[in-house]
Each structure stands twice: as C-alpha cells, then as structure tokens.
C-alpha cells in the first residue's frame, strides 16, 4: 500500500505502522515527507514494515520486533533527522534499513537493551551524524554502500562490508583528546573490495584519534588524505589485516596524519606519503606480535615516520623497500628487524636487532644494537653515532 500525501505535524502526532495478520509484513510506502513527533513501525506481537521514498523529521522513531517471523523494518530512501531511534529485538528483529542516494542521518540509534537491533546501509552517500550505540549497542551494522559516513562513536556487536566496493569513511571534526572517538565493534570483510577510511574535515590542524576498539579486516585502510589529516588507533586484541595500508599527510604543517597499532598487523604494504605534513606508523603496546607488511615510503627516498613504541615487535618484511623511509625511531626494546632496513636517519633507543642490511646516512645508537646473520654476508651503510650508553654487537645465531 502506499501513502502518497505528504504527512505534516501539527501538534503531537503519531504514526503506528503495523500488520494485524501474523507472519512477515506488507510493505507500507510513504512517498511524500513525513514529520510527526513519534513513529511507531510494529509491536511486540506484530510486525510493522515501511519505506519512506520522502524526509523524515520528528522526535522519536520506534522500531519493535514482534513475535517468530515477523520481523519489522524501516526503511529511509532520504534524510532523516530526528532526536532518537530506537530498535526493539523481541522474538523477531527490528531493523532499520537506510537506501536511496546522498542523505545525512541526524538522531541517535541504540538497541532498547544491548546488543538489539540491526543496521543496513544500501543506498550511496549517507553520512551518520549522531552517535550509534551510545546507550545500548546494536547488534549488526551492515554496510553495502559505496560511500558510508560516520561522523561519530559507534559500538555494535559487528560491523560488516559486503557487496562489490563498500567503503566507510570515520570523518571526524574537532580537536585532540576533546574529540576523540571509538569505534567500539568488529569490523568484518564480506565485500570484493572494502575499505576503511580516517579523516579529519578540521583543516590545518591536528586530528582527533579514531580508536578502533575491536578486530578490523579490510581490503583497504586509508588515513588521511592531501588536504585533510587522519589519525587512527588500532587496539583490538587480534590486530588488523588490511591487504594496503596508506597513510597520507595533509597539506598544513599541522596535519600530521598518524596509524598506531597496538596488536599484530598483517598485510602486503604499509605507504607513508609525506606532502606538506608527515605520515607516520606507531607500534605500541607490550605484546610479542609479528608486522608482516612491507613498510615504504610513497613515491620519493626519505618519505614517512616509522616509531616502536610497545616492546616485542618482530618486523618480517623490508623496511624501506623501494622507497626508503624519512626517520626510524626504537623506543621499546625487543624490536627485531628479520628483513632489509633502509631510512635516512634511525634512531635506537631500547635494544633493537637487525637480522639483514641496514643502509642510513645516520644510525643514532642510544641503547644495544644486535646485529644477528644467520645467511650470508651483509653490509650496515651509515654512520653510528654514540648518543648515549650505547653498545654494538655482532653475532651470527646459527651453528
């Protein structure tokens, strides 16, 4: 059925959409805009079903699962701006479905209780302006699209990309620590390319940290881009697979774009791309974990930031492969180099070893340096500066 006027609010409205037969629903459609103070799709017994082609404005939008079968859905084809939805698992699910083209999302969404209701995002160029999740988590958030907006913290049981190119962007304003979010939900790769974006709309100045709390598997991960910076902070428990890894500067001295990473990573390529400000990569946290990625600068010697700052990292891939790095700074020891290494200045700090080439114009030797080969001949070209309570060892491990 549809409801082709547009629906105005005129005093305190309300909208109920439901089914009064059992089992799945009709498809109510609201073609026009539609604005009233609560909207009400299903009940605790029956489901409800609506599509609304129009905007949609007012304070509350319900959305209630009912009994087995009978799951409810709101689907939003354009912008939407409310003060709270809310979804409703009962014995059935309550989902709200965002499709159509470009159009902003205003107004909170949490589950009633934790872990209750589900997300799907089809339609191209929506942004989420409000936080997800905040009061209660919800379940699953299921992105499709090709360009998905976040500007806010999100906390859902799984965030998961499928379809042929989905992409979601964590686009957040503000300044440092004052605007710091998370993103507190495992995100998932169903999609034939994904990819993860960080960027911060605030130019010409430093960004604030998006912390992705949960596991995080893309095709992708991009932070920063030329005229914005992004910063990004990885604490999942199981670390980060990503096939690319790029980590772009901005175009303001400020704009430093920065990827830390407190598990393991896995992956092909981690590019640091200087423009006007630095791309920099953090390994932090207390943990022995293996960095599998190649780690390279983009398009020029001497491009991109890399710092140890966690204690057992184990790098398995060259360092500066192809093009060389700007600066390698050691700050916590246990730090194993199993491939070539090449920067212009590198900085060691805590024990640090190199299994394989080293080639620096400057290696800054505060702490112990191992060199261990277990293959054939190598060569360290650099100079090694004592700057500090320094000492140079050399072994071959094998028998």
Known sequence: ????????????????????????????????????????????????SALFNGTVTGTNINIVGGDSLEASLGNFAST????????????????????????????TINGLATTEGTITVSGTGKTFASIIGGTNSVS??????????F???????????????????????????????????NITDNATTSTIQVISSNVSTAPPVVTFS???????????????AGAAKFTGSSGVTATTINIIGGNH????????????????????????????????????????PIIRGSATAG??????????????????????????????????????VAA????????????NAVTATTINNASTILFNRTGGDITVAGNIVDSGTSTIQVINSAD
């Open 1 to 48: 059925k549809t409801v082709s006027a547009a629906i105005t609010d005129n005093g305190t409205t309300t909208i109920q959409v439901i089914n009064s037969a059992d089992g799945a629903p009709g498809i109510i459609t609201f073609s026009g805009n539609v604005a009233a103070d609560t909207i009400t799709i299903g009940t605790t017994t029956k489901a409800g």
């Open 344 to 355: 212009t200045t590198i900085n060691t700090n805590a024990s640090t070893t190199f299994a």
């Open 253 to 292: 001295t400020s704009e430093v774009s920065t990827a830390t990473f407190e598990r393991a990573l896995s992956g092909t390529t981690v590019t640091l791309d200087d423009l006007i400000a630095i791309a920099k990569v953090i390994f932090s946290g207390d943990n022995a974990v293996s960095i599998s």
């Open 214 to 228: 949960g596991t995080v598997v893309a095709d992708n991960i991009v932070i920063g881009s030329t005229t914005a």
């Open 80 to 107: 939407v701006t409310v003060t709270a939805i809310t979804l409703d698992d009962n014995t059935a699910t309550a989902s709200a479905t965002f499709s159509g083209t470009t159009a902003t999302i205003t107004g």
């Open 151 to 185: 500007k806010n913290a999100v906390t859902a049981t799984t965030i998961d990309q499928t379809g042929t190119t989905a992409t979601i962007l964590f686009d957040r304003s503000g300044v440092v620590t004052t605007d710091d979010i998370t993103i507190a939900a």
């Open 303 to 340: 491009e991109g930031t890399l710092q140890v700052t966690g204690t057992g990292k184990t790098f398995t891939s060259t360092i500066g492969s192809t093009f060389s790095l700007l600066a390698i700074t050691v700050d916590a020891g246990t730090t194993t180099f199993s491939n070539t």
């Open 140 to 149: 699953l958030i299921t992105n499709s699209a090709a360009t998905t907006t």
